[in-house]
């Protein structure tokens, strides 16, 4: 079996192929538990590199597909899924390094492991090429074992990470079907998500946080799952044991989401959107700062889309009067008051809901959620 060795693009590497034979990896080792066959991207511009590694992945699993230049390759990762990529770090239309920050700040690809190759000798292209955002770095000429063994772990993570990404989507499917259920409320997560990101980021909150508040957009009332529909949906006010059942939905969805590590940032939103800045909120009557600042953030975010939004029980109010009615709440010691008077500067420069288009809404939104990936 010939080792791999790419023919390099510039400079030249000058070193000679090494000859002795190999052992060929067994088919048990190839067969990696996947529920699909993973899809490799080789990006390579000179065909007898490409031949030569589709030719080492040919007795593999796997699914091989190819891109001569980086704008073939983000067509075909805008096309479909890839578990897989394998750049070459010299390439003529963009480096590799390039193409490599691209990826990794791209939200819908930056999961995607990029084993990066070179001839070019040298820990300086291997630090620029992990400094890249390159997952694994491999130096040419290489035994064909060798770029097998990288690729079948760096699957076996992606894989791990799909789990971890499946899971959190499930959840997120079923917090949003919780939300839909009630017809009145519309795209209430999506608005809370965008305002206590807003006010967040007005406070300097740092990107993790921010990101949580987003996610919290979407998770915070994922415990109403456990609530009956007869309590959800009632037509008139709860009564004293109706209450207890409904306060029980924000440890409930902490309960939910505790297993996830990754949601870890989010469950102080999950469990204490509802408390009050003088205790008397539940579930656990936290007062003033014992209340973890970005469930406050998030609760007066969560009260004024309330206020704003259309509801069988009421109708939308305008900014300035759910503005006054959160600074009401403040007064009466409910919420943090250095945090309402900042977020009525907030709404002031974000624009009046009615007159966000729901273009520009979700413009704003998608733009914000890249920039937390990112
Ligand atoms: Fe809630």
Known sequence: MATLRIVPNSPPSGVTARTEPLRPTTPAEEADSFDHPPTILIIEDIDTNRRLLRGMLKATPYRVVEARRASEAFSIL???SVDLIIVNLLMPEMSGLEFCRRIKANRTTQLTPILMLTSVQGVESEIAGIASGADEFLT???????????????????????????????????????????QHTGAHCER????????????GLPPRTLQALHRGGY?????????????LFKNGPLDEQEWVIMKTHTVRGEEICRPMKTLAPVLPIIRSHHERWDGSGYPDGQKGEEIPL????FQVADIYDALTSERPYKPAL?????IEILEDEARRNWRDPELVSLFGQCVIELGEKDTVT?????GSLLNMQQHLAG
């Open 192 to 203: 809370v998500a965008y305002y206590s990101v807003a006010l967040g980021s007005a406070i």
């Open 78 to 80: 805008a096309g479909g």
């Open 140 to 182: 040419l000429p290489a035994h064909p074992d060798l770029l097998r063994t990288r690729v079948r772990a760096m699957l076996r993570n992606k894989a791990a990470i799909d789990t971890l990404e499946e899971a959190e989507t499930i959840l997120f499917a079923l917090a949003q079907a919780v939300e839909k259920r009630d």
């Open 294 to 297: 970005i469930a406050r953030v």
């Open 219 to 231: 998770l915070h009332d994922i415990g109403k799952i456990c609530v009956p529909d007869a309590i």
């Open 318 to 322: 305008s900014r300035d009067s759910a």
């Open 358 to 362: 729901e273009s520009s809404f979700q």
